[in-house]
């Protein structure tokens, strides 16, 4: 039996802070590791943004919670000392094998046998890291998505050597902070999310690129026809127009196409999408 | 300048009937036109029905307007009688290519030469009908969704043949008539949904029988990560898995690996989709 009590979370980052948070919020102790006194001032920051994020979105959220919250979570910037009793460590450093491998390898000696590790990972399969490690079968992928507060899912996905106890365990401490656990039975680079985000962003670039239609009249397609509150393009915006150019320059002729007509069309234009104020569509300041 | 005030719908079948009558509900005079006696006694059954739901699910809907729409509205089996004086010739009779040829072969000789022909076909390409219409410069394509009070989409589609007055006139009746009217500028096989909705059918299907993922939790991560209300295995349910499954049969040879997929988990026990009470969930009847 794989009891999870002592939780720390590697980066502290967007996604880390939340993660991090999001664990103590549900009752657990967590310990939020980063690289230097800097990193760790800046999850002081973040920290203190998501207090005021979870009063206003998330129901029932008050200060007597909020509290216990940060009671429960501790700043730390030794590794050593952060893991020593750690039964979960969660991994979100960058997104960079050589950072995440240098990571494993250090948390392979100072973490305790017991220790499970799980990656954050949205770009590496786990089987990329596994041999880092030194507990293939005590590792596997937990990804979270941003604003995981309302965004609530976990998917979990192991490699070919985790331990079937392992993912159940952690199956139920998805669930136990609040996410809907998605289990994921084999290997799938792009999770479930990507692998049925992707195809669609791309039929629909497909459409607009290709001169077929506008990409205000497919979204209006979309959300009518499914319900949906967003269209892809509306979906594009929110993630920004680079990454998926990014994706698609490694792609066919057919992919390099698209990209750049997202090039030419969108992005040298400076509409990168939400965070430029202008992508597909328009969006006023925030302030 | 396309005047349309007199419109025909040839066939009576579901969306023929949809058709007809939102097109005189939004006070345009209209014949639907079918076949013989047996068929416009269903039609009848099915403006009816019309009325029932109308009343249920369309704001404002009262028993004035009905009666005003039923007014506006005739049914013929004389087809020569019927597009006699004719502005706008809607055309949805069944997806058999050699009865949309013989439809237009007739239609050629009896309509005035002023008249618009529109298809509402979602399988066949306007120009692979162009040719027997007489009149290539007045044909396009319209294309409506089912349920057309609520998903209240009309994709309008020419070939290189379609004047552009045409589908500008015609762009202008979809909104008259209470559609969000879709400019398609190129002819486009599936149009705009199915060229977004097959990719994401698909790379649900994938993941699911691919065994990298349960029917169940792929939708959930869609409904999460997304806010639509359905995931793609709900929407497969309600299309009913006949339809994708002799698609996919139709495809390479991964396609052909889904197609079995969903002939031995699902369609082979009778489960359907939401017609047959069970499909990737299971509903209760109707009654």
Do not use: C
Request: no cysteine; aromatic share 8%; charged share 20%.
């Amino acid at each position: 039996m794989i009891e999870i009590s002592k939780v720390v979370v590697l980066g502290t980052g967007v996604l880390g802070s939340q993660i991090a948070f999001q664990t103590a919020w549900s009752g657990f102790s967590v310990t939020a590791y980063d690289i230097n006194d800097t990193a760790i001032d800046q999850a002081r920051l973040r920290l203190a943004s998501l207090v005021k994020t979870y009063r206003k979105e998330v129901p029932g959220a008050d200060a007597g919670q909020e509290a216990a919250t940060l009671g429960r979570l501790s700043l730390s910037s030794d590794l050593a000392t952060a893991v020593a009793d750690a039964d979960l460590v969660i991994e979100a450093v960058p997104e960079v094998i050589a950072i995440k491998r240098a990571t494993y390898e250090k948390l392979a000696q100072l973490a305790p046998s017991k220790a499970v590790f799980a990656t954050n990972s949205s770009t590496l399969l786990p089987s990329a890291l596994k041999d880092f490690t030194g507990r293939p079968d005590r590792f596997l992928a937990l990804h979270f998505a941003n604003s995981i507060w309302k965004f609530n899912t976990a998917e979990v996905m192991g490699t070919s050597d985790t331990d079937p106890a392992v993912f159940d365990a952690l199956i139920k401490f998805a669930s136990d902070i609040g996410m809907v656990p998605i289990p994921i039975h084999k290997e799938k680079a792009g999770y479930v999310l990507n692998s049925l985000l992707v195809p669609l962003l791309n039929a629909a670039a497909d459409l607009a690129a290709g001169g077929y239609a506008e990409p205000h009249d497919v979204d209006k397609v979309w959300r009518i026809a499914t319900g949906a509150p967003m269209g892809p393009f509306q979906i594009y915006d929110i993630i920004g127009l680079n990454t998926p150019y990014n994706i698609l320059l490694h792609g066919d002729a057919h992919a390099q196409q698209i990209a750049a007509w997202l090039k030419d069309s969108y992005i040298d234009k400076g509409k990168l999408g939400v965070a430029s104020g202008e992508g597909f569509y328009s969006y006023p300041p925030a302030n």
